[in-house]
């Protein structure tokens, strides 16, 4: 199906974004990688009478390291931040850019456009959840910065105002003795994972200092399971810590049963996933090299 008819605005800078925004109104939405807005549009679930493209402005899409953060341009791909060296200091990110439905959606969609989004399977906010993320916001006048679980408010809601943008993500990098890990679920990879499990630890020895799990897809936001974090936070590291903390996000997490799988099944998927995810991160945080790729049905 096509689209409702809509008039096309191209945005030289971010306050020129900004400033179309609040000219044109609530009838105008900014268009980024279009990967979910244009189907959207085309489905009719969206009509949006005024695009603003983001497209042509001049160094937006970026990721670099500085003062012990990396930051990431609005418009930056997917495919960018799976083959940045800078984001890979970080593994998780790259675990979530390299899994992201196929090259095609990768080429396009940008990490600015998949926050602003706020879909409950998008994956982008599940993994940032673990680490200390701000997202930058900039409305032409005011610049403010927003810890990443106040920007996301429920599904498809985010802290932004109409006329405000997303200009910058910048993550912390973590302590040393850290790593992290994302895998996700997936009937097949151009389709949104059926449940997924971030996982981002500290080890000192055989200890977990510090643990951070979010849990995608299995509720309105990325559910942040408090006592399988808990389960792991300063306690020795076995089969049975980690059997206790998968336990723990298997009962946090609160799935709709749709064509994706029965709640129920959902809910093991989740177990099955933060256990290999933590083992992963462990792994990862001794100093091993370990791939780590989504499960595919
Ligand atoms: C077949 C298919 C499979 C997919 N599978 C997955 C998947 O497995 N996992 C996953 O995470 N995603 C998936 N996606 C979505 C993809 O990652 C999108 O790229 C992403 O969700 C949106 O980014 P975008 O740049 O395409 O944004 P757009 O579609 O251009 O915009 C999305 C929304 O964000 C707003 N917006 C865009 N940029 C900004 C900004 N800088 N500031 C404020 N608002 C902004 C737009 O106005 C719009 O409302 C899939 C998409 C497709 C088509």
């Not at 489905?43 to 390291?65: C, E, M, T, W």
């Amino acid at each position: 199906m096509y689209p409702r008819a809509f008039h096309y605005h191209r945005a030289s800078s971010l306050r020129e974004a900004t400033e179309m925004l609040s000219q044109l109104g609530e009838e105008a939405k900014l268009l980024a990688g279009g990967q979910s807005l244009i189907p959207l549009m085309k489905l009719r679930f969206a009509n949006p009478a005024h695009l603003v493209d983001l497209n042509f402005i001049q160094g937006i899409s970026y990721i670099k390291q500085e003062n012990g953060a990396i930051h990431i341009g609005p418009l930056t791909r997917h495919a960018e931040i799976q083959d940045s060296a800078a984001a890979a200091k970080i593994t998780i990110l790259h675990d979530c850019a390299a899994g992201i439905a196929d090259v095609q959606v990768r080429n396009r969609g940008t990490i600015g456009g998949s926050l602003a989004e706020a879909d409950p399977s998008g994956d982008w906010a599940t993994v940032l959840m673990t680490l200390t993320t701000d997202v930058h916001c900039f409305d032409g006048k005011r610049k403010r910065s927003i810890p990443l679980r106040d920007f996301v408010k429920d599904a498809y809601t985010t802290a932004l105002s109409h006329d405000e943008l997303v200009s910058e993500i910048s993550i912390q990098l973590p302590p040393k003795g850290s790593g992290g890990a994302y895998i996700a679920f997936k009937r097949a990879a151009p389709v949104y994972p059926t449940a997924s499990a971030a996982v981002q630890l500290t080890v000192e020895g055989d200890t977990c200092k510090e643990a951070s799990i979010a849990l995608g897809c299995v509720g309105l936001t990325p559910v942040r399971p408090s006592e399988a974090e808990s389960a792991l936070r300063g306690q020795r590291l076995s089969e049975k810590t980690i059997a206790a903390a998968a336990e723990a996000a298997r009962t946090a997490c609160d799935p709709q049963s749709d064509m994706r799988g029965s709640a129920e099944y959902k809910r093991e998927v989740v177990g099955a996933l933060v256990k290999r995810a933590v083992e992963a991160a462990v792994r990862r945080a001794r100093g091993e090299q370990v791939e780590v790729s989504h499960l595919y049905a």
